[in-house]
């Protein structure tokens, strides 16, 4: 996760692109401090080369001071790419080739968002055996799952784990209360 020195190292890159902005927004060491310490809270579960890596891609496509959601939202897609995420029509096409393997179901997916997706609409077994002319129904609602996972995701890594923590507690909380007052998990 980034630790002050990668932080204050990013901060100088940026300072060293935009030195009139720098210069005119961060003169004082109290205002440096206080952005330092902001970016820590704000980026501090980032892992030190994506961060390196967010600035650098800032500097190279912001014409401007990058805000803290821009380095974060760059630190998102860069974590994206090395998940190595297929595209829903390659997914798609995988799910097409397993079908026709000897065991479909022994199938190794290349990656977990393809069966999640695919167990969401039925699951392989099921696919396999429809008709022909229902494939285009079952690419659809693939591609829908599929695309809402890789969004989940996308929103998974923008948002701040302190976010995040407080949402899963909040939905825990939920739920001890809808059993304590008798209604079933799920029901509103």
């Given amino acids: 996760m980034a630790d002050k020195a990668t932080i204050s190292e990013c901060f100088v890159l940026l300072k060293l692109n935009w030195p009139d902005y720098a210069t005119k927004h961060y003169a004082s060491k109290d205002e440096s401090k206080a952005f330092l310490g902001l970016v820590e809270d ?3 579960d980032i892992p030190n080369e994506i961060l390196r890596a967010a600035t ?3 500097i190279t496509h912001c014409s401007y001071w990058p805000r803290i959601s821009d380095l974060r939202e ?3 897609g860069i974590m994206m790419n090395q998940l190595q995420i297929p595209t829903s ?3 798609w096409a995988e799910v097409n080739t397993a079908i026709h393997e000897s065991k479909p179901h022994l199938h190794a997916w290349s990656h977990v968002f393809i069966k999640q997706a695919l167990d ?4 392989l077994k099921a696919y396999a055996m429809s008709q022909e002319q229902e494939q285009s129904i079952w690419r659809t609602h693939f591609l829908k799952a599929y695309e809402a996972l890789f969004a989940k995701e996308q929103a998974r890594l923008r948002t701040l784990p302190q976010i995040r923590q407080m949402g899963e507690r909040l939905e825990s909380e939920r739920k001890v209360l809808s059993l304590e007052s008798g209604q ?3 029901e509103p």
């Avoid at 969401?120 to 699951?123: D, L, V």
């Fill in 56 to 58: 650098l891609d800032c």
């Fill in 74 to 76: 760059s630190a998102a």
């Fill in 120 to 123: 969401a609409i039925g699951g």
């Fill in 89 to 91: 029509g390659e997914a």
């Fill in 184 to 186: 079933k998990p799920g």
């Fill in 42 to 44: 704000v980026l501090g």
